[in-house]
């Protein structure tokens, strides 16, 4: 990564639990699910303390629909700042979104991701992808 360069680095979902830091793929429906964002940011982009824009969108890959997104509304879905300022006051970042309500029995047995989007910067602004492991609805 150049110093000028803003990344990804990994998307993935967790439990609902504090002590729990490592990624899931199974949820049983009745319980919530965090979406967690890590990113870095090059010297230079980061220096420079300019803003930068972070979103999520959870899809159900077996029914087509769409769990979370920024375009539906709902402010959870995205972090929006300044480098250099908390939560990104490091060139690394690892930010959990708050928790995804409980997908309930209707939900069972679907397969669903998460896609994140970063961009950094105001003209012409640098843009990650990264799409997270998927994962399963299953029975409590």
Known sequence: MH???VQIVRVYTKRDDPNIEISDQTFAS???IVVVVEA???GTLYGNGGPYYICITVRDLTDGSIILSPAGGNVNAMLEGNFT???WDDLALR???PP???QGAGK???VCDVIACLLAGV???NVSFAVSPKFVITPP
């Open 40 to 42: 870095e940011a090059g």
């Open 123 to 125: 003209h012409n602004p």
């Open 108 to 110: 069972e047995h679907h």
């Open 30 to 32: 009745n319980e919530n």
């Open 95 to 97: 930010y959990e979104f």
């Open 3 to 5: 110093a000028n360069d």
């Open 85 to 87: 300022a908390a939560p």
């Open 100 to 102: 995804i309500a409980a």
